[in-house]
Structures are given as structure tokens and as C-alpha cells.
T-cell receptor, first 114, second 110 residues
Framework: GGIITQTPKFLIGQEGQKLTLKCQQNFNHDTMYWYRQDSGKGLRLIYYSITENDLQKGDLSEGYDASREKKSSFSLTVTSAQKNEMAVFLC?????????????FGPGTRLTVL | QQKVQQSPESLIVPEGGMASLNCTSSDRNVDYFWWYRQHSGKSPKMLMSIFSNGEKEEGRFTVHLNKASLHTSLHIRDSQPSDSALYLCAASPSNNRIFFGDGTQLVVKP
């Protein structure tokens, strides 16, 4: 088994602020993902990374940057927080190969922008 | 355009009843389907996967897949209050990119 940790658990920011969210996994998975989930809604892909130093844009990449520093860690930066924004950011990881694999999710970072 | 459509958006069933959830993909390249369950305040966890035409049963949960129509359904028999959750359908072509639907919010009333 393995675990995904996300820090911080709660993040409160100010409008216009640059905010960074971090994710670590010990599954030894190749692929990592960042999703945004608005209250009661589905998951929208922001960025994903197939391997260390790789970066692929998802459907919601505008307004965000990401960095895959090493195989076990993947960071997401909100480049300029929007006023009254509230969402949960979920990190996930999976194996990679000529198929498609189950994703394992972290507990999430809950963002509130004042 | 949303690649994965789920219906209904919300569903209320009595305890002991049958819950039926639907999911269709608009991407003809999709080969894999999953159902994830997300309890309130928690992160999604994979419930069942199905990659071949037909039916798969695990306890009270049954999934069906029709690859020709890119339609999958999840059926929960003898529903329990603990089954109340957001059910997310996910679909993927063979490229590690998974598309999620907006989910069905299931409430099981005691």
C-alpha cells in the first residue's frame, strides 16, 4: 500500500496572492495529477505529469502553474488567487503504461480566498 | 464539451432499495471505465472498474458496460445509508488521461 499527503490541509489567501500547494506520494507511481473540485461537483483536471520533469496541461490549466520536482512530489501554484474563490484541490497518482490505471487520491487542500 | 455524462444528477432511494446510476462517454477512443465513490468531506476512492462488455458483480454492487454505446451503469441493491455519497464515473482511452463526469449524488433514506 501507499499514501498521498497534501499540504496544507486548509489554505486561506488574499485576492491576487500567489499560493502553492504540495503533494507527496510513496506508491512509487509514475503519473501524478492535480484536480479542482467545486462543491458537490465533479473533478476538473488542471495539470498532470507522466514522469519526473514532465508536465501536461489539463482542461483548467489557465491561472495555474505546476512543477514535478521529483518522482514522489508534484506542486501546484495558483498564480493569482481570485476573490471569493472556494474549492478543493485534489492530488492523485497512478501507474503509467500502455493502458490506463486506477488513480489514488490525497485528502485534498481546501482553498478559500478572501 | 464534457466527455463523460452522468445521470441522474441526484437520486434518493429508500433503505433496502435499488439505486441505478448511468454514465455515457462521447469519446469513441475510450476503452476503460471506472466508478469512484466520494463520501462527504472525503476524497474519491475507486469502487469498481470495467473494461470488457458485460457485467461485473462485487457484493451488492453490479456494473454493466456496453462498449458499442459507450454506456456503463452502476446498480446498488439493498442500499444502505452508508452508501450515500457522490458517485463519479470515469472514462479513459489508453493514454493515462482519465475524464470524470460531474457525478450522481445518492441519498439513501432510512
Amino acid at each position: 500500500g501507499g499514501i498521498i499527503t497534501q499540504t496544507p490541509k486548509f489554505l486561506i489567501g488574499q485576492e491576487g496572492q500567489k499560493l502553492t500547494l504540495k503533494c507527496q506520494q510513496n506508491f512509487n507511481h509514475d503519473t501524478m495529477y492535480w484536480y479542482r473540485q467545486d462543491s458537490g461537483k465533479g473533478l476538473r483536471l488542471i495539470y498532470y505529469s507522466i514522469t519526473e520533469n514532465d508536465l501536461q496541461k489539463g482542461d483548467l490549466s489557465e491561472g495555474y502553474d505546476a512543477s514535478r520536482e521529483k518522482k514522489s512530489s508534484f506542486s501546484l501554484t495558483v498564480t493569482s488567487a481570485q476573490k471569493n474563490e472556494m474549492a478543493v484541490f485534489l492530488c492523485a497518482s497512478s501507474m503509467w503504461g500502455e493502458s490506463s490505471y486506477e488513480q489514488y487520491f490525497g485528502p485534498g487542500t481546501r482553498l478559500t480566498v478572501l | 464539451q464534457q466527455k463523460v455524462q452522468q445521470s441522474p444528477e441526484s437520486l434518493i432511494v429508500p433503505e433496502g432499495g435499488m439505486a441505478s446510476l448511468n454514465c455515457t462517454s462521447s469519446d469513441r477512443n475510450v476503452d476503460y471505465f471506472w466508478w469512484y465513490r466520494q463520501h462527504s468531506g472525503k476524497s474519491p476512492k475507486m469502487l469498481m472498474s470495467i473494461f470488457s462488455n458485460g457485467e461485473k458483480e462485487e457484493g451488492r454492487f453490479t456494473v454493466h458496460l456496453n462498449k458499442a454505446s459507450l454506456h456503463t451503469s452502476l446498480h446498488i441493491r439493498d442500499s444502505q445509508p452508508s452508501d450515500s455519497a457522490l458517485y463519479l464515473c470515469a472514462a479513459s482511452p489508453s493514454n493515462n488521461r482519465i475524464f470524470f463526469g460531474d457525478g450522481t449524488q445518492l441519498v439513501v433514506k432510512p
